[in-house]
């Protein structure tokens, strides 16, 4: 479980930072941060389909939702599970993120040891 | 009946009079003006002949049911384009002894009012939100890099008082955004069903949430719904009510006093009551009487609290058209008097 890739997707680069630092404390060992949906995408096209996903909402470029549709819009990595973690505890979006059949769960910030179990358990791979 | 006439004659609102066959009878002063019209032109007229285009409209086959008998004809919801420009008007057509009574009032600019201030509020309600949001996401980060910094002793010694103060600060800070993005979220919920509650069953779930408090305390609670023991309305927000004036109640107890909270029930014309009195510390109403209710108002700062309580409390009682009624004493205790509104 340890080497599967993940892959931190936050405008805020200190909640990448924070989210990478509880990650490595459990071990995992491959893990890329980006800054934007559209940088995202830009991994998924070149071919790295990373297995678990950290996915903020609110983004610039492109934010969460709009990565979303486009990974289905271009069949891009069916398999890639994803975690939603966002600083929003508002019903509307968590309903919009149900609707992705790729994402897994829904996480407040900040993300801690519990949390990633918890997705962890809820991962396919 | 000269007294009746000068009433229409001088209504702001439109009024005429119809007879059966929809031929004008009797029309006000201010009728004429907006027409542009005067009395000889239009007694006598029929209403297609006065309304331009009110046969596209279902108005004609309105007036004609309520001329058949038919129940009084009221809309808030009639648009008109007329000469003068496009207008909303609230119409009421009923049957008088001389003939159809068609009572018309222009509404145009409430109703624009209305639609600013539903605007104004969706507007204040997003920046709320934005607000408390944008400020919860960079205090996560630091409440997280807080604890990393503990948890890498990072701080000299000397500087250790600063730290905690910053880590006070941090706490106090959350606290509030805490409540702040609770009480939003519960603001943009839609409002939730009405439901025939037993009071005695609401009260006994709160009841068993709060145990380990009351039982802590040693809070004796009498309980008599008798007298109304059933209300319509919604569960969540009942329970949320008690839940609130409860948890306040336990909160502001007097420290050398056995806890009692006696809560009852009442029924009147208007509807139903919910009477919450305890023996509490009590707060000093003269200095602050209106404020009580405002979000993150603290009456007491040695007990710690988020000032969200009663705020809520209130808001939930308000938005079913109720009121809250609040007598306190120092060191007696205090007595909330809830009015649910209108059933």
């Known amino acids: 479980m340890n080497d599967i890739n993940i892959l931190l997707v936050d405008d805020d680069f200190i909640v990448n930072f924070l989210s990478e630092k509880v990650l490595k404390n459990m071990d995992f060992k491959n893990i890329t941060a980006v800054t934007d949906g559209k940088q995202a995408l830009d991994i998924l096209k070149k071919g790295n389909c990373p297995d678990l996903v950290f996915l903020d909402i609110n983004m610039p470029v492109m934010d969460g939702f709009s990565f979303l549709t486009q990974i289905v819009k271009e069949i891009l990595c069916l398999q890639m599970n994803v975690a939603i973690l966002t600083s929003s505890n508002r019903q509307k979006e968590k309903d919009m993120a149900s609707q992705f059949d790729n994402v897994i769960d829904y996480i407040e910030k900040p993300l801690n040891q519990s949390k990633v179990r918890e997705v962890l358990r809820k991962i396919t791979l | 009946m000269k007294i009746l006439r000068d009433f229409i004659e001088n209504s702001p609102d439109l009024i005429s009079i119809y007879d059966e066959k929809l031929n004008l009878l009797e029309i006000n002063q201010v009728s004429l003006q907006i027409m542009k019209k005067s009395r000889k032109q239009t007694i006598g007229k029929n209403i297609k002949t006065l309304i331009e285009g009110i046969e596209k409209t279902d108005l004609l086959k309105k007036y004609n049911a309520v001329i058949n008998g038919a129940n009084p004809f009221i809309s808030e ?148 719904f008798t007298k109304a023991p059933d209300i319509y309305y919604p569960q969540l927000y009942l329970q949320s009510i008690l839940q609130n004036l409860m948890t306040n109640s336990i909160k502001y107890r007097q420290p050398n006093k056995v806890p009692l909270i006696e809560i009852h029930t009442l029924k009147k014309d208007d509807g139903s009551y919910l009477i919450i009195k305890d023996n509490g510390i009590g707060m000093d109403l003269d200095s602050s009487k209106d404020s009580i209710f405002r979000l993150f108002k603290r009456m007491h700062t040695h007990i710690k609290g988020g000032g969200v309580g009663l705020y809520v409390v209130n808001s939930l009682v308000e938005s079913y058209g109720g009121n809250i009624e609040v007598t306190s004493e120092i060191n007696k205790g205090t007595t909330f008097k809830i009015y649910f509104g209108d059933e």
């Not at chain 2, 068609?102 to 920046?127: C, F, G, H, P, Y």
């Open chain 2, 77 to 224: 919801d009639v648009s008109q384009t007329v000469k003068f420009g496009k207008k909303q008007f609230s119409v009421r057509a009923f049957m008088t002894d001389e003939g159809l009574a068609i009572v018309t009032r222009d509404i145009s600019e409430l109703k624009k009012a209305e639609q600013q201030l539903i605007k104004t509020n969706q507007r204040l309600e997003e920046l709320a939100y934005i607000a408390a949001h944008d400020i919860k996401a960079p205090l996560t980060n630091l409440q997280s890099l807080i604890q990393l910094i503990v948890a890498s002793d990072g701080i000299k010694k000397e500087s250790k008082g600063l730290f905690d103060m910053l880590i006070t600060s941090v706490d106090i800070m959350e606290n509030t955004v805490y409540a702040l993005n609770n009480v939003i979220a519960m603001q943009e919920s839609h409002l939730p069903n009405n439901e025939y509650l037993k009071f005695r069953e609401v009260f006994n779930t709160v009841k068993e949430s709060l145990a380990t408090q009351i039982n802590e305390a040693n809070v004796i609670i009498r309980a008599d």
